[in-house]
């Protein structure tokens, strides 16, 4: 099942900002091996703001969770992360399921 997932990433006041790239580079590490794994089907980073758009491909919700609660970004700065995560539907999918209930009318 693919999944949408839009990171915003804020960090304490207490945190430097080479402090935050530690993690951040620890996060792009895991990120980037599992979309050699075949996990994640593809990310971006958002210029000009900590935004992370990740499409990802995982067989149910609970592994999803339980992904995202193993990210580093997650254990070292999940207060100041926020995700919103969206189920996707293959667009061919669903144009078929509208062809499909034309046909029965």
């Not at 935050?20 to 990310?43: H, N, S, Y």
């Not at 995982?58 to 193993?70: N, S």
């Not at 997650?74 to 999918?93: A, C, F, I, N, W």
Request: proline share 6%; charged share 30%.
């Amino acid at each position: 099942m693919l999944y949408h997932l839009d990171f915003h990433v804020e960090y304490p006041d207490e945190m430097s900002q080479p402090e935050l790239f530690k993690i951040w580079a620890e996060e792009a590490d895991a990120a980037l091996t599992a979309k050699q794994a075949g996990v994640v089907v593809d990310l971006w980073k958002c210029v000009g703001v900590r935004r992370v758009i990740a499409i990802v491909d995982v067989p149910t919700p609970d592994l999803l969770d339980q992904i995202l609660l193993d990210l580093p970004i997650m254990q070292k700065l999940g207060q100041s992360v926020q995700v919103h995560v969206t189920p996707l539907r293959k667009y061919e999918d669903f144009a078929n399921d509208v062809k499909a209930r034309l046909d029965r009318k």
